[in-house]
């Protein structure tokens, strides 16, 4: 398999290739060439390792099975349960992880595959990311103690919360946390100085690891796969749910509308999003406006220029009447997603955190 750059003045690299990169050299984002149609059934012994296996060998398959599997074995070490919150609504529980977010199951599956390619080819990388939170959390534990690797972890002095400061300034080994006086826009534009310097890229090989990066993106197309198998498992072999996914970056979107082209039965999605909501005005009025991002109470999702937006776009051809086929949008504001909590708290004592109540909110 292939991977093209979204700017299409780059050539076609490997899995391998586009791991190690990044970015593509035209600053364009790498997707696969093509995705095959895969046969999707569920056995009695599914398991998310199972799907794993299933869907990553076509797209990774410079990679040996029992690589892979060691590399998944290893990766996800927990389980990601699928939950019933209503008769009509169901969560899937993506923190189970080392650091309570979803973003350990890219991260730890980038770690693993990053080192195994760097250990093969006796090469060395510093990984470089600024952080709200959730990013630099799941990559400092991601990363602790992987072969070949550095990590540089810039976050915003007094901007992130205590637990995720402690979670990326406790580890030592190979994780440098930088405290920066300043906002993540700063740690963001510092990172992106640095990369931009060709000379510092080359001496350091520096990279990044937010979900440009197809080692972080792959990997969550799995556990669409497994949800809908635990559905099915629950309810019938004909069910094909409409999924709802809380938004920022769009990473998470796109893996998963890489799951349905790659043949798991999906019905529709929601893109849902807190008040920057670019996107939902992009699917309404088919152009897309980045802005500056708005504070809210789900600040892993604000995001007002995402970059995978690219990837979906791509995805479909360019073509956003075909993106609306697939995909609709809700926004949700601060006081609906506060009232969403207190909702879902009354009616089955579950406490949501702010982004899931945006979820759910918008699957309402
Ligand atoms: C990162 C994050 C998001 C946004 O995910 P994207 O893939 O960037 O759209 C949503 N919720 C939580 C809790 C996050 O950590």
Redesign the pocket.
Known sequence: MNFLSTNGQAPAVSFRQALLQGLAPDSGLYVPERLPSLPFSVSPDASLHLFGKHILTPLLEEIPLQDLTRIIERAWTFPIPLVKLTDQIYLLELFHGPTL???DVGARFMAETLSYVLVEEQRETTILVATSG??GSAVAHGFYNAPNITVYILYPSGKISRLQEQQMTTLGGNIHAVEVAGTFDDCQRLVKHALADATLVAAHNLTTAN?INLGRLLPQVVYYAWAVAQLQTTLSKEVSPTVV?????????TAAAYAKSLGVPIEHFVAATNANDVVPQYLETGSFTPRSSIQTL?N??D?GN?S?LTRLQALYGNDVGRIRQDISSQRVSDEETIAEIRRTYDQTRVVL?P?TAVGVAAAR
């Open positions: 977010a979803f973003k959730d990013t979900s996914v809380p938004s920022g970056n769009f990473g998470n979107l789900s892993a999702m995001v995402p995978n955190d982004h």
